[in-house]
């Protein structure tokens, strides 16, 4: 399948945080991208051309995910000030606060239906949350150890977990109970996300590898040992055929699931890549790490057919939709390494080429401060006015006065 590919292309080189970038999601129409960074803000960059970026200094210490609503009007940020803010993602950057945990929020992610989020915490909990009336609903808390990581299923029936406590959950919602449990006793996971289907989950441990587990069967479909150090983030790609990994390796690498096999490892960021994420299109991917740059990337991945087999996918966001026989990956559980085939790009010798953006950025935040100055000085200048105006009206009226007695 690798000879059917168009090779990834670096496209767009952001820069603005002033630490670690820890999250980046696109919003659903593919305009935005929401990045959290170590240096407490969240930023909105726009992908329209001389498009001016948001940055949202509001939590109190580093924010550790961000994500954008299924309708696109909210993005809601977690941070290890223990508190969810939840932002309308444009210039005024208004925001709520939910004091969500007792100890550090390390995740947040919403509802395919949008109605529901969910934290994940280092208070060993997950917890639910109504997003219209932005109320607690229900906690989940059998994992014994830090939660690193918390998702919704597709179809919004099913929550998948991970924890310090070396063990992979799936939750029923209806149930508020853990249905299966997959344990690796070599490390801990830092991130688990469901594929398209909703049939399988995908696991980044902090050993360097990658699992993909079959939910139905309760097996390991899939192992992949292509990174040099622990993995902190993953992504599907729409159709389920691809995996976007980040490693502290400094590499973003991207698995071809249907052959089973690692087929490029991208390079461009100086330290370790954080997280990484596909656009809901799918014909975009970016990446965030700990020299606090954002990187948009163009996928090329093959065309054929991918808009079909994304509608395809996308009928499973619908509790009524049947499952989709046609998900199964090649049952393949031995280990796959690096040593196979695949092709190594670095964007970096061909920066001249490439399109490095530095917008224009407004600081919701800092902008407060000039507004109070800028309102207290009209205030100032109306008050002068009317004590003139004042005088003014007051000397009119002696004029008279003085007029009838000299008469």
Known sequence: MASALEDPALQRHFKGHKDAVTYVDFSPDGKQLASSSADACVMIWNFKPQSRAYKYPGHKEAVTCVQFSPSGHLVASSSKDRTVRLWAPNIKGESSVLKAHTAVVRCVNFSSDGHTFITASDDKS?????LHRQRFLYSLTEHTNWVRCARFSPDGRLIASCSDDKTVRIWDITNRLCINTFVDYKG????????????????????????????RTNKLLQHYQVHNAGVNSLSFHPSGNYLLTASNDGTVKILDLLEGRLIYTLHGHQGPVLSVAFSKSGDQFASGATDAQVLVWKTNFDKYNIKEIVKLQQKRTCPEAPPH??????????????????????????????????PPIIDVGANFPYCRQTVSILEHRLTL?????????????KIPAHASESD
């Open 188 to 215: 801990h996971s830092n991130y688990v996300d469901f594929n398209p289907m909703g049939t399988c989950v995908a696991s980044a441990g902090v050993d360097s590898t990658v699992k993909v587990w079959d939910i």
């Open 126 to 130: 997950i917890k639910a949350w109504n």
């Open 385 to 397: 006015t009317e004590d003139k105006l004042k005088e003014c009206l007051e000397n009119q009226q």
């Open 325 to 358: 026989l046609n998900d199964i990956y090649p049952k393949t559980p031995h280990l796959h390494t690096s040593s196979g085939h695949s092709i190594e790009i670095n964007p970096m010798f061909e920066l001249a080429d490439t399109q490095t953006f530095d």
